[in-house]
C-alpha cells in the first residue's frame, strides 16, 4: 500500500511538472539552492512567484545586491557577522535584528539565537514592528511581511533593505531605475497558469530619500535646462573669481568639487582664513576621505552662519549634480558681492 501511495505521489509530481515545464524555468525561490520536486506542488488558488532568470543578470540588479551587501557588512564588521547571500544570511532575522539595533541604536528585546521556525518568525515579527514603527511616519510603503522575509523572498528582502538605507541616509549609492521582471505562478482549476510582473526596486535617490520639498531647482531640472545652463555659467564665474587667487579653475562643477578640496579652499577663500592641511586631505583617493572633505567644508559653511546644507555630502561625493548646485547657490547668495 505505502508503495502505490508512493508511486501515485511521484506520478502527481510528474504530471505537475509536465503542466508547468513551460512556467516554472528557474527555481521558485530566488536563491540558488536546487529544490525538490514537491516544492512545485500547489494547492488551488496558491501563488508562489520567482525572479525571471535573465532579470538576475542584469548588471544594476546585480550592483543594486553588491551595494546592499557591503553596506550590512560595513555596519556590522564590529559584530564580526559576514553576509554573503541575502536570502539565505538574513531570513531567519539574526542579521537583521543586529542591523537594525546598530541603525537605530538601540536594543531590541528578542532571544538571542532561535533555531525553531517558530522561533525565527517571532524574532521577525519584533523586528519587522521596528521597522514598521520607523517608517510609516514617513510614508514608506510596506512591501515585505514576516513570511516573505522567512521565506526567503528575495524581492522582499530588497524592498526591505533599500528603505532601511534610505531611512538611515546609508553613505551608499544605490543604483536608481532597478527593475526587475518577476514570474508569477498559480494553481487555478488544476493548472498552472503564469504571469509576468515588473517589480519596481529603486526609484531616484531624491525620491526614496523622500526629499518632496520642491526647490528652485527641481523647477530646474525638469522645466528649464535653458534657465539651468544660465545658472551654472554663473556659479562658474563666482567660484573662479575666488578660486584663481590659489591659481586654480573650474569648468566642470559635476566633478571637480566632488572631492571636497575646492568647496574647502573656497571657504577659506570667503571667509578670508588659511585651512590648515592637517585638517583635510589635500588629495583624496578613497571614497571615505572625498566624504571627509566635503563634510567639513559644510562645517566651516556652518560656522560661517549658513544653514546645514539640504545636500548630503555623500550626493556630492557621488557626482549628484543638483546637490552640488544646491551648495555652491548657498554660497553664492551670501558671498556674491565678497572681493
Known amino acids: 500500500m505505502a508503495g502505490l501511495l508512493c508511486k501515485r505521489r511521484r506520478k502527481g509530481v510528474s504530471d505537475l511538472q509536465e503542466e508547468g515545464k513551460?512556467?516554472?524555468?528557474?527555481?521558485?525561490?530566488?536563491?540558488?539552492?536546487?529544490?525538490?520536486?514537491?516544492?512545485?506542488?500547489?494547492?488551488?488558488?496558491e501563488e508562489r512567484t520567482m525572479i525571471d532568470p535573465n532579470s538576475k543578470e542584469d548588471p544594476k540588479f546585480k550592483e543594486l545586491i553588491k551595494v546592499l551587501i557591503d553596506w550590512i557588512n560595513d555596519v556590522l564588521v564590529e559584530e564580526r557577522i559576514i553576509v554573503k547571500q541575502l536570502e539565505e544570511d538574513l531570513y531567519d532575522g539574526q542579521v537583521l535584528q543586529k542591523l537594525l539595533e546598530k541603525l537605530a541604536d538601540r536594543k531590541?528585546?528578542?532571544?538571542?539565537?532561535?533555531?525553531?521556525?517558530?522561533?525565527?518568525?517571532?524574532?521577525?515579527?519584533?523586528?519587522?514592528?521596528?521597522?514598521?514603527?520607523?517608517?510609516?511616519?514617513?510614508?514608506?510603503?510596506?512591501?515585505?511581511?514576516?513570511?516573505?522575509?522567512?521565506?526567503k523572498n528575495l524581492i522582499s528582502i530588497l524592498h526591505l533593505l533599500v528603505a532601511l538605507a534610505m531611512h538611515f541616509r546609508a553613505p551608499i549609492r544605490l543604483p536608481e531605475h532597478v527593475s526587475v521582471q518577476v514570474v508569477v505562478v498559480r494553481k487555478r482549476e488544476g493548472l498552472l497558469q503564469t504571469t509576468h510582473v515588473s517589480e519596481e526596486l529603486t526609484t531616484t535617490t531624491e525620491m526614496m530619500m523622500g526629499r518632496f520639498e520642491r526647490d528652485a531647482f527641481d523647477t530646474l531640472f525638469d522645466h528649464a535646462p535653458d534657465k539651468l545652463s544660465v545658472?551654472?555659467?554663473?556659479?562658474?564665474?563666482?567660484?573662479?573669481?575666488?578660486?584663481?587667487?590659489?591659481n586654480l579653475e573650474v569648468t566642470e562643477l559635476e566633478t571637480q568639487f566632488a572631492d571636497g578640496v575646492y568647496l574647502v579652499l573656497l571657504m577659506g577663500l570667503l571667509e578670508d582664513y588659511f585651512v590648515p592641511l592637517h585638517n583635510f586631505y589635500l588629495t583624496p583617493e578613497s571614497f571615505d576621505q572625498k566624504v571627509h572633505n566635503v563634510s567639513f567644508a559644510f562645517e566651516l559653511m556652518q560656522d560661517g552662519g549658513l544653514k546645514k546644507p539640504k545636500a548630503r555630502p555623500e550626493d556630492v561625493v557621488n557626482l549628484d549634480l543638483k546637490s552640488t548646485l544646491r551648495v555652491l547657490y548657498n554660497l553664492f547668495t551670501k558671498y556674491k558681492n565678497v572681493e
Open 231 to 246: 545658472v551654472k555659467k554663473s556659479l562658474i564665474t563666482f567660484v573662479n573669481k575666488h578660486l584663481n587667487k590659489l
Open 108 to 151: 531590541l528585546n528578542v532571544a538571542e539565537v532561535t533555531q525553531s521556525e517558530i522561533g525565527q518568525k517571532q524574532k521577525l515579527q519584533t523586528v519587522l514592528e521596528a521597522v514598521h514603527d520607523l517608517l510609516r511616519p514617513h510614508g514608506w510603503t510596506i512591501k515585505w511581511n514576516v513570511d516573505s522575509i522567512h521565506g
Open 22 to 45: 513551460n512556467a516554472i524555468n528557474a527555481p521558485m525561490n530566488p536563491s540558488t539552492v536546487d529544490i525538490h520536486p514537491e516544492d512545485t506542488l500547489l494547492e488551488e488558488n
